[in-house]
């Protein structure tokens, strides 16, 4: 059985940084990443529908010890893949990945101190497993087999085509089409826009309202910056400067949520016009950063909005009909074209099967430390990135911190590490405090939240760096255990 010290999977951009921390920090220790797909990108190789972007800038979604050297802080998905394929080519991460290798167990036996894991090969479908010291799971949070889609009254009436975003048609022509969205979070606001510009019309269906905040896809500040220091030091102060911004934003919408509300709904009226229903359309009922705020580049949902080629409409669906879809309100709404941005169905690690010495493990019991593993399940750590902030911020911080763990134990001679949980009591509470659909779904499955650090899943990029830079490795809750130790408990 082949081995490795550290298995990583995932070639998205958490798993390309992950192998980037290792070369660098732990050049001794062998590595592979496997790959389910069969390219490097993770969500920005999957997503292929019309606009697809990222709702945060790339200064802070780019990887700290890269540059980000395109045009746009507001990046289309293609050169997020190609900056991401790129920076796994120039380290020579790419000589590390074997694609097509989809992950769908893993056992620990703590006698030999290392995990035997279950791998489907996507070319043939066969079996096959490898061992590993310590597994690093760098594949994201949701399911990329399938979105959540619910399945509407009458839909298999309808005589178009009903498109999911997540797994996008390549040659579907839309052009001169009626196309209805269902759905107004951050997918919806980029395809309503991009299909606008070829589709007769395309109407935007929502139940209720979120937060649209416009930004320049172009950050001025940063051409300026860029332009005249070194590219490092011009990124590093854009990358802080976002980074605060960004803090600073969550932090006053967590204090000051109707401050920051009539900010948005404002600039929302103002760009739209009197004549448009912003309270009807663009008011949530919630307060902001209850849910994530979705971003828009240079106003291009409000302007095809204004031209006339984008209409919102907030109600609830009765059911499909043969042209299109009935509303509660009794309006019917024509289209060719149904796209269902429903949102996604989150899992954890890759949705796989987890045993420690025969024992399954179900996470959603298991406590979370320090946002990066579980309680009671030994060298494993996942990286979950912000949800008010760019994943890659925590993602770059996760990778140093396994590092530093793996450093450790290597200078110490120990096999493994393994978070415990001494209190019997201690009060759980969810790891996400978000009312988003997609998120309460999925609360069953994930791990929860102590009352304090290292229990807790911080959302401050602040507290996270102390905590994994400055912290200690051994703190008395991540326990370590020696190759020794193990051969003197055989023995007794």
């Known amino acids: 059985m082949e081995h490795f010290d550290v298995l990583v999977v995932g070639a998205g951009i958490s798993g390309i940084g992950a192998g980037y921390h290792l070369q660098k920090l732990c050049p001794k220790l062998s590595y592979a990443i496997f ?108 399911d990329y087999a399938r979105g ?53 019309h395309v109407t935007m269906l929502q139940r209720s309202p979120t937060y649209i905040a416009s930004q320049p896809s172009v950050d001025a500040f940063a051409d300026t910056l860029r332009k005249w220091l070194p590219a490092k030091l011009a990124y590093n102060l854009i990358r802080w400067r976002n980074v605060l911004g960004g803090m600073y934003l969550y932090d006053t919408s967590r204090k000051k949520p109707e401050a920051v509300k009539k900010h948005i709904i404002d600039a929302a009226k103002a760009e739209l016009g009197p004549d448009f229903d912003v309270d009807t359309h663009f008011t949530p009922s919630y307060n902001p950063w209850t849910q994530r705020l979705c971003a828009i580049p240079d106003k291009d949902l409000f302007e095809a909005i204004k031209q006339g080629m984008v209409d919102v409409v907030t109600d609830h669906i009765e059911g499909f009909t043969p042209e299109g879809i009935a509303l509660k309100s009794g309006r ?37 430390y320090k946002g990066m593993m579980f309680s009671g399940v030994p060298n494993v750590a996942s990286v979950f990135g912000y949800i008010n902030a760019s994943w890659t911020l925590k993602a770059d911080l996760i ?57 807790r899943a911080h959302q401050n990029y602040f507290k996270d760096l102390m905590m994994f830079r400055t912290g200690p490795v051994d703190d008395g809750v991540l326990r370590f255990r ?5 051969r003197q408990s055989l023995a007794a």
């Open 35 to 142: 790959e389910a797909r069969e390219a490097i990108g993770g969500t920005w190789d999957l997503f292929r529908y019309p606009g697809v972007r990222s709702d945060s800038d790339m200064f802070t979604l780019g990887y700290g010890f890269k540059p980000w050297r395109g045009a746009k802080s507001i990046a289309d998905g293609a050169s997020i893949r190609d900056y991401v394929k790129e920076t796994a080519s120039e380290y020579g991460i790419d000589r590390h990945i074997r694609y097509r290798r989809k992950i769908v167990g893993a056992a620990w036996d703590s006698s030999a101190a290392r995990w035997t894991v279950d791998v489907v090969r996507g070319e043939d479908g066969a079996r096959e497993q490898v061992s590993c010291g310590f597994l690093f799971m760098c594949s994201g949070y949701y």
């Open 148 to 200: 959540y889609r619910p399945h509407f009254p009458d839909e298999e009436t309808f005589m178009g085509p009903i498109i999911e975003p997540q797994s996008w048609p390549e040659n579907l022509d839309y052009a001169g089409k009626r196309v209805v969205v269902i759905g107004s979070g951050a997918t919806a606001v980029t395809v309503v826009p991009s299909m606008a510009e070829k589709a007769a």
């Open 332 to 368: 019917v709404l024509p289209a060719d074209i149904i796209v269902a941005a429903t949102g996604l169905e989150m899992q954890v690690l890759s949705g796989a099967s987890f045993y420690v010495d025969g024992e399954p493990v179900d996470f959603g019991k298991t406590f979370n």
């Open 399 to 455: 990778a140093e911190h396994v590092c530093r763990i793996l450093n450790h134990m290597d200078r110490g001679g120990f096999v493994e590490c393994r978070p415990v949980n001494d209190d019997p009591d201690m009060a759980p509470a969810p790891w996400f405090d978000f009312s988003s659909g997609y998120i309460q779904r999925a609360m069953d499955k994930f791990p929860k939240l102590g009352p304090a650090s290292p229990w």
């Open 482 to 486: 020696s190759a020794k130790q193990e």
